[in-house]
């Protein structure tokens, strides 16, 4: 009996070949991915490393754009007087200047943006805020009474701005563009495999770029929560009422999104405050050393 015979055939068998092929495919996919993350590694808050590679300047001019846009829709009204606008315009300039704080940015690891901030309040039920790249925010008068006070205030704006600070957009745009870069080299190098089995790999693959895309959302979220903790505390605004403000908002909408939190690209308002409470004492100093700290909280009403 030939060696062959007895311990079965030398040769690569179809199955083997599709694993191969699909093998070949990943690596592929992964080197394409790497390449590209490479040109844009660079240090993001707290030391870590995220990916972006587009500029600064180029962020700024895509987050104007976008913001003109907001203010121009016919259905945009923008409340300029009136006690509510005058605190919201009060805590964005507090909060900016706390942006360029050296004890901020050396405990955020992060670099003075020097962004120009700006904030519109706008007539809408809505109970929700954004903060563009480059600074520019809208809140939205339908979270008022969520916040309160001028100290709710800080901890939805402290949050919305930092997300410009860390610059989540352009990451998650970065992110986006390496899934698709890794799905279409993996397919355009898949051999030796049928169209049905080519289309599921590629299902799988999808499916795991918008499961890796969420879990950079509630990333993205936590370090925004994170960060806006430490500014409202720069800013003179006391850091224990941001645990607050989520156990109103739980109270006001419930414990938000009936979707498991691993599918969501925002965290639990229970993990929320349970983090914010834990990150109290980082904020504690930053606190103490602001001209403002010890002022009541302004009734927003």
């Known amino acids: 009996m030939s060696r062959e015979d007895q311990y079965g055939s030398y040769g690569v068998t179809s199955l083997q070949q599709k694993g191969i092929g699909l093998i070949v495919a990943l690596v592929v996919g992964l080197i394409a991915v790497g390449s590209f993350a490479a040109k844009g590694c660079q240090d993001g808050p707290f030391g870590r490393k995220q990916i972006v590679t587009m500029s600064n300047e180029q962020e700024v001019a895509l987050g104007l754009q976008a ?6 829709d016919p259905k945009t009204v923008v409340i300029n007087s009136g006690r509510a606008a005058q605190l919201v315009q009060e ?3 507090r909060l900016a200047a706390a942006t360029e704080d050296p004890a901020f940015l050396k405990m955020a690891r992060l670099k003075d ?9 706008v007539n809408s039920k809505e109970v929700n805020a954004f903060c563009l790249p480059g600074g520019k925010m809208v809140m939205f008068t339908g979270i008022l009474p969520v916040c309160q006070t001028d100290a709710g205030l800080a901890v939805v704006m402290g949050h ?3 997300h410009a600070l860390g610059r989540h957009g352009a990451e998650r745009m970065a ?5 698709q870069i890794g799905i279409a080299a993996a397919g355009s190098s898949m051999g030796g495999v049928t169209d049905a089995e080519r289309q599921r790999v590629m299902q799988i693959l999808n499916a795991g770029a918008k499961f890796g895309i969420m879990s950079y959302g509630r990333r993205h979220e936590s370090e ?4 806006g903790l430490l500014l409202m505390a720069t800013a003179g605004y006391d850091p224990a009422e941001a645990p607050k403000f989520w156990e109103r908002m739980t109270r006001a909408t419930g414990s938000g999104s009936k979707t ?3 599918m969501s690209t925002h965290p639990s308002h229970e993990t929320r405050i349970r983090d914010l409470t834990n990150w109290l004492p980082e904020a504690e100093p930053l606190y103490k050393g602001s001209r403002f700290k010890g002022e009541k909280p302004k009734p927003i009403n």
């Open 175 to 179: 992110h986006s563009q390496m899934a």
């Open 224 to 227: 925004a929560d994170h960060l």
């Open 91 to 93: 805590v964005t300039s």
């Open 160 to 162: 919305e701005l930092s």
């Open 67 to 72: 913001y003109k846009e907001v203010l121009s």
């Open 260 to 262: 498991p939190e691993f």
């Open 113 to 121: 943006r020097k962004y120009l901030w700006e904030t519109k309040l």
